[in-house]
């Protein structure tokens, strides 16, 4: 069956206009994870949606970004009003569990932003 | 909260040396997990580690898992040029909670 898949694979928008990242998770996968990278550096966790709970937003760096998942399948994740800071390569991830259980996760291929 | 650490953050070698990237956990773990991100890629998980003491093995590759649950290393024996790549460790505490990541350039 098909992985994690993320478009668009690559963004440039003009500093201060909206952008939207979307991930389709692979199908049953109830949990759902958006990091972002910067160049050369580690995961930095962003949000988690598991089922039909409540999402870990702890990880959003402003409240320029927002995330959505709608029918506990595909995700949204939304940055307004860009900013250069917030280009990066966005990865989003699934897993068959929450992170409460002890499943990998499956990394889509990621959507490299960039903001001019 | 929860912290992991990973090092070192670089590492360069020449091919057919060994390499070792190490994990530390604030807090004990439930299990551990490796991925690998290969340059340009995303990362692939390659292993978890479960119990106490527990050393797994995929071809050069020799993960372990501290007794006290708390740290974790991976070992390459006599790198190559295809093992380039950033290695990151999950551990699972509460919650998976991502290293940093080392990053492993092999110069031939």
């Known amino acids: 069956g098909a992985g994690v898949s993320q478009s668009p694979s690559n963004k440039v928008t003009e500093k201060g206009k909206d952008v939207e990242l979307r991930c389709d998770p692979i199908?049953?996968?109830?949990?759902l994870y958006w990091y972002r990278q910067s160049l050369g550096q580690g995961l930095e966790f962003l949000i988690y949606?598991?089922?039909?709970?409540?999402?870990?937003k702890s990880g959003l760096p402003s409240d320029r970004f927002s995330a959505e998942r709608t029918g506990g399948s595909v995700s949204t994740l939304t940055i307004q009003r860009t900013q250069q800071e917030d280009s990066a390569v966005y990865l989003c991830?699934?897993?068959?569990?929450?992170?409460?259980?002890?499943?990998?996760?499956?990394f889509g291929p990621g959507t490299r932003l960039t903001v001019t | 909260g929860q912290q992991v650490m990973q090092i070192p953050q670089y590492q360069h070698v020449q091919e057919g040396e060994d390499f070792t990237t190490y994990c530390n956990s604030s807090t004990t773990l439930s299990n551990i997990q490796w991925y690998k991100q290969r340059p340009g890629g995303h990362p692939v998980f390659l292993i978890q580690?479960?119990?106490?003491?527990e050393v797994k093995k995929q071809k050069r590759l020799t993960f372990q898992f501290g007794e006290a649950k708390k740290n974790s290393s991976l070992h390459i024996t006599a790198t190559q040029t295809t093992d380039v790549g950033t290695y990151f460790c999950a551990g699972k505490g509460n919650k998976l909670v991502f290293g940093a990541g080392t990053i492993l350039r092999v110069k031939s």
């Open positions: 991830a699934s897993s068959p569990r929450g992170r409460e259980s002890s499943y990998e996760q499956y």
């Open positions: 580690l479960v119990k106490s003491g």
């Open positions: 949606f598991q089922g039909n709970s409540a999402p870990d």
């Open positions: 199908s049953g996968h109830t949990a």
